[in-house]
């Protein structure tokens, strides 16, 4: 448990040294006039040290309080790190103090005569949890209720509607909170100026000037992505040279897929994972150095999109040890006369061989034929040199395949029409454009741009593809990893037919390897 988990927890229940149910129940016989309170804290934002040193401070003053007035803490509840304004987020403490109030004792049975807390909107912020909350509390006649503003007297005629006027009005100064805070950051968004609240991996502390060697790790691993390799490869290889996030954390598969589909690394701004544009609809470059391309980003954001059915998410597939697992198949002729066909699978080689992995057909009790063994290594070699050959080949014109992308006219149609609708609907003069015509025909617009833009990220993703194509094969393709290669491999090869070399015939023999192309699409 880290430092601040076990503060919280410090901060929820029975506090330490409180004298027990039965010696409680004795004080209040002798005493009347002793109440038993208990004490709700929370906060919405613990803040970037997350130390929980908001609801400890409430706590603390609540207790102070309780003091002066002779009153009795008898139980705490804490929500920290919790909005109580979003409908989504549950606060559990809340909802337990909601039950004890109902029930009248809290969870080990102690009274409850009376609710601190430092003010009305660290229990409520939503007219739902204020009509709960007092229905609960007024279950039980003669408690107290103590916040910033005295003691309340929750059971007053028109206390109800006085409490719907207060989260009313706590609820308005929230939305202007938000929106004020939406437009600085859509403001400071279109000056291109950096909004990060941590430093952004891949740059130095004032968010402006590259890190070089974290740099250099992202420009790697774009280009190592687009080829074809994994996610999980790229976070491994970050474990492994010991790059931590801006946070002090180590890398996991979404913390990598989170940087290297950011706009950030291009000099672009993007808003909930939309690019803000200016007003003749081009991106808004920022004021810090880029890192890649725009066209490598288009490219790398398209290539982890499109994996795991659009998510970017692992799809949990197996992890080959070998280059040709499931893509050599088994040519032994059967006694019918049919080709087995079987995947070979991967295995390692005896000790005592020259080479370290060789493929073999399964055994019969699992599918195969057990008839066809291949020699790893020659294997490989025989293999790539193929592959590299046919894109070599394929790369001189790949470039040329993919054309200039043919709808920039649309775009800018469907731009220049939103914007007219948009000046119309404001211009009070212009009386054809009333609100019901503008709210109709603007999702029209909005979504044709949107598609217009979408069709146009996959065709720059294409386009950079074809022209990372070009680089040469040969040199690149030592420095590929595994995923790479297979991928590779399996783009221009449906499968490579092994055919045995017959009884006693050892030496290896490339032609045996029957390679299956792909037919152009």
Known sequence: MGKREELVSKLRGTPEGLPSVEEVRAMLASDPELKCVVCYARISFDGRVKDAHGVEDQHRDMTETARRFGWLVVYRYTDN???????????????????????????????????????DDRLYRRPSDWERYLKAFTTQE??????????????AEGFEIKGLLGVAMSLSETRKKERRSRNSHRSRAIRGQSVAAWRPFGWEDEKVSLRPDEA???RQAVKDVIAGASISEITRRWKEAGFITSRGNAFQYQTVKQVLVNARLCGYREIKGELVRDGDDQPIVGEWDPIITPKEWFAVTAKIRERG????????????????????????VLEDGTVCNNKMIGIKANDWLKYRHAYMCKKT???????????????????????????????????????????????????????????????????????????????VLERRIKELRAD?????????????????????????TLTQKREAIKKVLSAVIAVPGGKGNKTFDPDLLKPVWRTSE
Not at 84 to 113: C, M
Not at 142 to 155: A, E, K, P, T
Not at 309 to 332: A, Q
Request: hydrophobic share 30%; charged share 35%; aromatic share 6%.
């Open 142 to 155: 003669g408690r107290v209720y103590h916040d910033s503003n005295g003691i309340q007297d929750l059971y």
């Open 216 to 218: 250099e790790a992202i």
């Open 456 to 480: 146009q990220r996959a065709h720059e993703a294409l386009k950079a593809e074809a022209e990372e194509a070009q680089e040469d094969v040969r040199n690149s393709w030592g420095s590929k």
């Open 309 to 332: 059915r659009g998510t970017g998410m692992p799809r949990g597939g197996l992890v080959h040890k070998y280059l040709l697992t499931g893509i050599l198949r088994c040519g032994h």
């Open 81 to 119: 790190d919790k909005s109580a304004s979003k409908e989504n987020i549950v606060r559990d403490d809340f909802e337990q103090l909601l039950a004890n109030l109902a029930a009248g004792t809290t969870p080990d049975g102690y009274p409850i005569h009376g609710v601190m807390a430092v003010n």
């Open 365 to 443: 009790v699992d599918g195969g034929c057990n008839k066809t063994y291949k020699r790893g290594d020659k294997t490989d070699e025989a293999i790539e040199e193929l592959v590299i050959a046919k894109l070599e080949r394929d790369a001189a014109s790949k470039a040329q395949d993919v054309p200039d992308w043919d709808k920039a006219d649309a775009l800018q149609r469907a731009v220049r029409s939103r914007n007219e609708l948009e000046r119309r609907w404001h211009d009070d003069e212009d009386t054809d454009i009333d609100d019901e015509t503008f709210f109709r025909n603007l999702p």
